[in-house]
Every structure is written in structure tokens, then in C-alpha cells.
């Protein structure tokens, strides 16, 4: 048994799943990333949502472990929760490109400090106008527990959240990160940002993911009325605490006032259209 072999035995485990749906242009480098992490005792699964592309064929490159399930992505999670045994469970975006030591220091953090969950930071990435748009707002909202949520885990306190809930299709995330900070939980941060790999590229594509989101707003609206309303508020307090940075890009602030403009048009056309869809059933 080799010196590494030792070693790994004294870290806890870490179990990796990666999440994708048609992410054959991203996921390939996400998984590099994930196998090039610094911490060594982990094992990587990848649960996909029977995507139409080359993702699984792709994935089926790097690992073996490749599970299909749906319908949305908090099924994919809880189920990728229960097929794995690290004592530590991380949930990896597959469009997603995460730094080596990302792993290694959320584990520090939650051995060394006794957190039960981290905060997941994520900067933007691509060329193209709407794409550097996303840089911005990435750029000007990390770092900031109000937005963001956890993606890592103490199995122990992922399970007794109950994990994700599998009615929310928009909001999990904030639903998530709102019962670890009710209950008691403690959430950890590191000074890690990690790069997400798939920016929407045009008005088109923000409007429609908008609307598709809109759509399942309901639910999560419905769990939390006042603290859902507090979540989805354009107005943010660390839009103005980062008022330097937009103003030292004027033209892509200009393009983040048309953008929220159009992402919060879709959400609210969808929200409406849920509501719409729902009396037209009851009088049939």
C-alpha cells in the first residue's frame, strides 16, 4: 500500500455528483476539474436528466458511474445523495469549472470549524456582449450569503433537512440554504470562487429560461410569501455596495438594466401564465 493510499484513508470522504442535463459543450471540463482536485478520498457519480446530447456518452470517458433520473434537478440530487456513503456530499453543476482546491478547503472548513454546509461562490465566463453582462453580476453579487447557497454538505445535515424538495422547480436553492440558517445549521464560506461555463448568449435565451422558471414560481411563493417576495427583489442591497464597479463599467451596466428587465419580464409572464393555466383547469 502506497504512502497516498494511507493517507486517504485518514480524510473523510467526499461524494461528488454531478448534475447535468445536454451539457455535452461543459462537461467535459467540469470533469477534469473534479478528478484534478487536490483532495484525494473522493468518488465522482454523474447523474443525468436522460439529455439528448453526448453528455453521458462524454462522461462515459473519465468515469463509469452514470445514473439517469428525472424529472428535474432536486431529484437528480436527492437521488445522487442516496447512492453514494461520503460523509461529505457535494452537488457539482455540470457546466461548471471548479478551482483544484475547492474540495479540499470546504472539508478543512467544516472539520476545522464545524460547519455542516458551504456556500457555493460562482463568477461568469464567455465573450459576447450578454455574456459579459453575466460577468458583471456574478462579479458584483459574490461573496454574498443573501444570494448565494450551498452546494456542500455534512451527509448528517443534508439528511435531516430532508433534503431538497423535489415540488420546487425555481427557489430550491434559496428554499435549501433558508432551512440550514432556521434550523440551526452552520454555513461555512471559502475564498474560492468557481466559473460557470454557460452563460446565456442573448435576450432570446434569458427571456425564455425566465419564463420556464416564472412558470414554477408558484410553489416556492406559495412555501414562503414574505420571504420569497424578500429573495426575488430586483432592488439589492449589493447592487449599490458594488455601485463602483458598475460605474467603472458603464456600457455593461446599461446592459444589466435591459437584462434584469428582460429576466424579470419572463418570470413574471411565466408566474402569471402558471396562474392562468391553473383557473382555465378548474373551469373545465
Excluded at 4 to 9: E, T
Excluded at 89 to 116: L, N, Q, S, T
Excluded at 261 to 282: A, C, E
Aim: charged share 30%; hydrophobic share 30%.
Amino acid at each position: 500500500m502506497n504512502k497516498n493510499s494511507k493517507n486517504n484513508k485518514k480524510l473523510p470522504l467526499v461524494s461528488i455528483i454531478v448534475i447535468t442535463y445536454e451539457c455535452e459543450d461543459t462537461i467535459e471540463t467540469c470533469l477534469k476539474s473534479l478528478l484534478a482536485q487536490t483532495y484525494e478520498n473522493k468518488e465522482i457519480i454523474l447523474v443525468d436528466n436522460f439529455s439528448k446530447d453526448k453528455t453521458v456518452e462524454i462522461t462515459k470517458k473519465y468515469i463509469n458511474r452514470i445514473y439517469l433520473k428525472g424529472p428535474e434537478r432536486t431529484s437528480q440530487m436527492n437521488f445522487g445523495s442516496s447512492v453514494t456513503s461520503g460523509k461529505y456530499i457535494f452537488f457539482a453543476p455540470g457546466d461548471f469549472y471548479f478551482r483544484k482546491e475547492y474540495i479540499k478547503k470546504c472539508v478543512e472548513k467544516c472539520e476545522e470549524e464545524d460547519c455542516d454546509a458551504i456556500y457555493l461562490t460562482t463568477l461568469g465566463s464567455g465573450t459576447g456582449f450578454w455574456k459579459k453582462v453575466r460577468v458583471l453580476e456574478r462579479k458584483a453579487f459574490s461573496f454574498d450569503d443573501t444570494l448565494e447557497s450551498s452546494f456542500f454538505y455534512r451527509r448528517d445535515a443534508y439528511i435531516k433537512l430532508g433534503g431538497y424538495d423535489t415540488n420546487l422547480v425555481a427557489g430550491e436553492d434559496y428554499d435549501i440554504q433558508h432551512r440550514l440558517n432556521s434550523q440551526g445549521f452552520k454555513t461555512g464560506r471559502i475564498n474560492i470562487a468557481n466559473i460557470h461555463l454557460r452563460e446565456d448568449k442573448n435576450l432570446k435565451e434569458i427571456f425564455r429560461k425566465s419564463f420556464y422558471y416564472g412558470k414554477h414560481l408558484k410553489k416556492y411563493l406559495k412555501k414562503y410569501r414574505i420571504y420569497g417576495i424578500k429573495k426575488l427583489n430586483p432592488f439589492r442591497k449589493v447592487t449599490l455596495q458594488n455601485y463602483k464597479l458598475f460605474l467603472a463599467n458603464p456600457l455593461y451596466a446599461l446592459g444589466y438594466i435591459v437584462y434584469k428587465i428582460v429576466q424579470y419580464s419572463g418570470g413574471f409572464l411565466g408566474l402569471l401564465y402558471s396562474y392562468i393555466k391553473r383557473d382555465n383547469k378548474k373551469r373545465d
